[in-house]
């Protein structure tokens, strides 16, 4: 199944670019989704549904398997499966930024395959409106979180590991205590943003529903 959807951020397009190719700072902006961990360029995660009393856990990887900055394009691969091995999901997004007045429109075209549980939510094209709904909180929260972004907060990534080696360079002529003090100078490594909370898969299927009766009584 091909999805093509889109949104639009009042930002910068290099501001929009960085926040989205940092998987771990956007991930609790998609509802139940979490990162737990990662290692050469493979971020784990994993992904909850509520369904009435019980939660759906999923677990997985997502991979960034090119980010082209000069078009500012991406495309991801991602992968997952239910902790209870009753289904999962595979899927490729490419991720495609454009200039748009003073902000950015995303572009995103996801390629994927789901099974199990998961795979209901398919018939009579629910999942594409549960997807549009799910990416226009997405593109809120983001928006939300780039708003309150100090100023230069893009170029501190790229300063601190600058910190930290001038800090370690600096070692060998002070000594290991002195060593550790300077390093400490540079300031705690950043803590993982905090998971966003399950996704209530009933209460989203009857917004949905409710969404798709008044899309068809304004037909009328």
Same mark, same amino acid.
């Given at each position: 199944?091909?999805?093509?959807?889109?949104?639009?951020?009042?930002?910068?397009?290099?501001?929009?670019?960085?926040?989205?190719?940092?998987?771990?700072?956007?991930?609790?902006?998609?509802?139940?989704?979490?990162?737990?961990?990662?290692?050469?360029?493979?971020?784990?995660?994993?992904?909850?549904?509520?369904?009435?009393?019980?939660?759906?856990?999923?677990?997985?990887?997502?991979?960034?398997?090119?980010?082209?900055?000069?078009?500012?394009?991406?495309?991801?691969?991602?992968?997952?499966?239910?902790?209870?091995?009753?289904?999962?999901?595979?899927?490729?997004?490419?991720?495609?930024?454009?200039?748009?007045?003073?902000?950015?429109?995303?572009?995103?075209?996801?390629?994927?395959?789901?099974?199990?549980?998961?795979?209901?939510?398919?018939?009579?094209?629910?999942?594409?409106?549960?997807?549009?709904?799910?990416?226009?909180?997405?593109?809120?929260?983001?928006?939300?979180?780039? *708003? /309150?972004?100090?100023?230069? @907060? #893009?170029?501190?990534?790229?300063? &601190?590991?600058?910190?930290? +080696? =001038? $800090?370690? %360079?600096? *070692? /060998?002529?002070?000594?290991? @205590? #002195?060593?550790?003090?300077?390093? &400490?100078?540079?300031?705690? +490594? =950043? $803590?993982? %943003?905090? *998971? /966003?909370?399950?996704?209530?898969?009933?209460?989203?299927?009857?917004?949905?529903?409710?969404?798709?009766?008044?899309?068809?009584?304004?037909?009328?």
């Amino acid at each position: 199944m091909k999805l093509e959807q889109s949104f639009e951020v009042d930002a910068p397009i290099e501001q929009v670019w960085a926040a989205l190719i940092d998987l771990e700072q956007v991930a609790p902006c998609l509802p139940g989704a979490a990162i737990t961990g990662h290692d050469d360029g493979t971020y784990r995660g994993t992904f909850q549904v509520k369904l009435g009393p019980t939660t759906a856990s999923y677990r997985g990887t997502i991979r960034i398997e090119s980010a082209d900055a000069s078009t500012h394009t991406a495309t991801l691969a991602a992968k997952g499966s239910d902790k209870r091995g009753q289904g999962g999901a595979s899927a490729t997004i490419v991720n495609m930024l454009h200039e748009s007045g003073t902000g950015t429109r995303v572009e995103a075209v996801t390629d994927f395959t789901i099974t199990g549980r998961l795979a209901s939510f398919g018939r009579g094209g629910m999942i594409k409106d549960i997807s549009n709904r799910l990416l226009r909180d997405f593109a809120a929260c983001l928006q939300e979180r780039l *708003a /309150a972004e100090p100023a230069g @907060a #893009q170029s501190a990534p790229a300063q &601190a590991p600058a910190a930290t +080696a =001038q $800090a370690s %360079a600096s *070692a /060998a002529r002070t000594g290991p @205590a #002195q060593a550790r003090a300077s390093v &400490a100078q540079t300031g705690p +490594a =950043q $803590a993982p %943003a905090a *998971a /966003a909370p399950p996704v209530k898969g009933l209460a989203l299927l009857f917004s949905v529903l409710w969404e798709r009766i008044k899309r068809v009584g304004g037909r009328r």
